[in-house]
């Protein structure tokens, strides 16, 4: 403030003063608080605070003191055209929580709308790839659907995608299938579909029940519906088992494929590949904990058999290799 408090000290009448009285005294020092007062609204130093949206807001910075007199006493800008501005500012202002955009509520019921997939969309996205003389996508659709995807029809993801639309049978994809299961999706687009798979195939590493509910579809997805087919052929689930197993492949599943493909299985029934996924969690790669008393399909027996007189005969020959050199 600097010289500004000097401009404001007077001196005290003296005792033989003729204005004596008190209330002389009270006037004086009345007007001179006034006069102080008056001076300190004009220099900012006391500036009333108003009320915005039940906030205090102070009107008036340090920068009020920029331009003054040499002395610090000159004349001041004052702060009323200030606060008349300000009112004016805030009052055009739209209230908080009255526009739609602003309303946090309304911004979250909006995003949810446009995360709604579109059944217009979907069904217009079925008609670009379904047969021309019915209403289903069939081989050469599905092809042509895998190709805007940027998959290859035997790709892991597309299996997903079946899985995810619970289609009924390979190689085709009913309307009803095709429309649920991307709303299911949450996606009515290829964008949406290409961004959405991969969030799915890290779910199903990481989820147990997610896993074994895409590997019992797997089978039902190999078997030949119009048929009647009940049995996997074997060669189709040396397929299906190699895909479903693109992740979370278990350490046994070569031996497992090379020994049916050795022994000329003719088919997998249901229960043996549900099964296969147990055997192959709770056996892993060591053989030696396999108990055929419990209640597993023959095939395992013979699988584990064959695969330690696979492991004898190779100890037979080790052993006859160490024998020849000590000779």
């Not at 002389?24 to 009333?48: A, H, I």
Request: charged share 25%; glycine share 6%.
């Amino acid at each position: 403030m600097g010289n500004c408090f000097s401009c404001f000290k007077v001196s005290l009448p003296p005792a033989t003063a003729t204005r004596s009285s008190s209330f002389d005294y009270k006037d004086e020092t009345m007007e001179l608080r006034g006069s102080f007062l008056n001076s300190c609204q004009q220099t900012g130093s006391l500036v009333p605070e108003t009320h915005i949206n039940g906030n205090r807001k102070s009107v008036t910075t340090l920068s009020t003191f920029n331009n003054v007199g040499s002395d610090n006493c000159g004349s001041m800008p004052t702060v009323q055209n200030n606060l008349r501005s300000s009112r004016g500012f805030y009052a055009r202002l739209s209230p908080l929580g009255k526009s739609g955009t602003s309303s946090g509520l309304n911004t979250t019921t909006e995003s949810k709308q446009q995360k709604e997939p579109s059944e217009n969309k979907l069904n217009t996205l079925f008609d670009q790839y379904k047969d021309s003389h019915e209403d289903v996508i069939l081989a050469d659709g599905i092809e042509r659907f895998c190709n805007d995807l940027q998959l290859s029809p035997d790709e892991f993801k597309v299996l997903v995608l079946a899985w995810k639309l619970n289609a009924k049978q390979m190689c085709q994809f009913t309307r009803q299938e095709f429309v649920t299961g991307l709303k299911m999706m949450k996606v009515d687009s290829i964008r949406g579909i290409q961004a959405r798979l991969p969030e799915i195939v890290q779910e199903l590493t990481v989820n147990n029940d997610l896993f074994k509910d895409l590997y019992r579809f797997t089978f039902r997805f190999g078997l030949d519906v119009n048929s009647g087919q009940r049995i996997l052929p074997a060669d189709m689930a040396i397929v299906l088992w190699k895909l479903v197993f693109t992740i979370r492949e278990p350490p046994l599943l070569s031996k497992w494929l090379k020994f049916l493909e050795c022994h000329h299985v003719r088919g997998i029934p249901r229960d043996t590949w549900n099964m296969f996924l147990n055997f192959a969690e709770s056996i892993g790669n060591d053989l030696s904990i396999y108990d055929d008393a419990e209640a597993w399909p023959s095939l395992f027996d013979d699988f584990v058999e064959y695969e330690n007189d696979q492991m004898n005969q190779n100890i037979s020959k080790d052993d006859m290799k160490d024998a020849s050199i000590d000779n």
